[in-house]
Structure formats: structure tokens, C-alpha cells
């Protein structure tokens, strides 16, 4: 299994941007990276997914490098709404499979005026 | 159209009884997850159900916590005699398994205290 491991916590100001990055030495030929934002009595909600280089969508991007075994999600110029918890998965998207989708800890992000 | 949705919202009990928890799945998909999350933790996985498959319950953390599911409709999670280390958010998640993508979906939660 992929083990994951990112920072505790973060903190930045709104306007910023936020940089928070992945480990995961042991990923997996099939594995995707997925990032979850969950926010306080909430259930997690699915930011953007990769496989390798580089992916943007409307919210964040995802900057994974060439070996894989770490990756980057940017948020361009937070807000105080984006103060939440963000996590990081790895996994194969096609078999699914729960433990095969492995949360890591997570990291507290925490925007500031 | 509607997302997962899981009830109670809200369930207290008394150390030693038993409870149900349920989760309705987005219509159509085929994969669900149960997950716990307790205070200030991360997401910790229970039990996966994939079609007709078999279940993997490797993450069932003792004999007193089951689930079921009905074909690829609710799923139900009970936990036996409880305690009060399973006091947490009961989550639950389904994903299409469609297109290469396993985005999961989650629900609410059920915020369990056992007292």
C-alpha cells in the first residue's frame, strides 16, 4: 500500500498561494493521486486528480514529477473559505478498492486576512 | 441529482447497545466505502463494497462491527455492544468506477457518541 505523508498544518494569508506537498516513495505503476478537502463536520470533497505531470483544473493544480513519488497541490490565491483540511490519496482509481485508496493525515490549512 | 446521504445525522447510546447506521449511495454506483473518522484524525478505511463482489473487510476494526449491502443500493453499518473508543464520524462514500476515475463521493457522516 502507498503510504502518504504531508505536512500537519499550513498557514497563509488570502491572496496567496498555497503550495502543500505529498510524499509517497512507494506508489504504485496503476496508483492516481487525489486531493480531498474536508471542512469541519463535513465529509471530504474531491479536488482534483492526477496520473503524472502536471493537471489544473478550475479549482487547484496537481504537479506530480516525472518518478512519481511525491506531488503538489497549488491553490492560487486562497481565501478564508478555503480553511479546511486537505487530503492527499493514492491509489488505483480502477479497481477502487478502499485500503487500496489510502488517506494520508492530512494537512491543516489555515487562511488568515 | 442527489448525493450520498446517511442517517442518523446525530446518534447517542449507552456503552453495550447496538447500532445501526445507514448510507443511500448515489444512484448508479456501483463501489461504497465506510470510513471512521474520529476527533481531530484522518479517514480511517472499514469496508468496501464493489458490485457482487465479496466484500473487503479488512478494515473492520473488531468482530462487533458488520456491514451489508443490498445489490448496489444502501448499505447498513452496525456496531455490537458498543464502547466508547467507537465514539466518531461514521462516514460513507460511493464511486462510479467509471472512466479510470474512483472519485469518491462522501456523505454527511454519523456523528456517533457512545457514553
Known amino acids: 500500500l502507498a503510504k502518504t505523508t504531508q505536512p500537519i498544518s499550513m498557514d497563509s494569508y488570502e491572496g496567496q498561494e498555497v503550495n502543500i506537498t505529498c510524499s509517497h516513495n512507494?506508489?504504485?505503476?496503476?496508483?492516481?493521486i487525489t486531493w480531498y478537502q474536508q471542512f469541519p463536520s463535513q465529509g471530504p470533497r474531491f479536488i482534483i486528480q492526477?496520473?503524472?505531470t502536471k493537471v489544473t483544473n478550475e479549482v487547484a493544480s496537481l504537479f506530480i514529477p516525472a518518478d512519481r513519488k511525491s506531488s503538489t497541490l497549488s491553490l492560487p490565491r486562497v481565501s478564508l473559505s478555503d480553511t479546511a483540511v486537505y487530503y492527499c490519496l493514492v491509489g488505483d482509481p480502477v479497481t477502487g478498492g478502499g485500503n487500496k485508496l489510502t488517506f494520508g493525515t492530512g494537512t491543516q490549512l489555515k487562511v488568515e486576512l | 441529482g442527489a448525493g450520498v446521504s446517511q442517517s442518523p445525522s446525530n446518534k447517542v447510546t449507552e456503552k453495550g447497545k447496538d447500532v445501526e447506521l445507514r448510507c443511500d449511495p448515489i444512484?448508479?454506483?456501483?463501489?461504497l466505502y465506510w470510513y471512521r473518522q474520529r476527533l481531530g484524525q484522518g479517514l480511517e478505511f472499514l469496508i468496501y463494497f464493489q458490485g457482487n463482489s465479496a466484500p473487503d473487510k479488512s478494515g473492520l476494526p473488531s468482530d462487533r462491527f458488520s456491514a451489508e449491502r443490498t445489490g448496489e443500493s444502501v448499505s447498513t453499518l452496525t456496531i455490537q455492544r458498543t464502547q466508547q473508543e467507537d465514539s466518531a464520524v461514521y462516514l460513507c462514500?460511493?464511486?462510479?468506477?467509471?472512466?479510470?476515475?474512483?472519485?469518491?463521493?462522501f456523505g454527511p457522516g454519523t456523528r456517533l457518541t457512545v457514553l
Open positions: 492526477g496520473y503524472k
Open positions: 444512484s448508479g454506483h456501483t463501489a
Open positions: 462514500a460511493s464511486s462510479a468506477l467509471a472512466g479510470g476515475s474512483d472519485t469518491q463521493y
Open positions: 512507494n506508489i504504485a505503476t496503476n496508483d492516481y
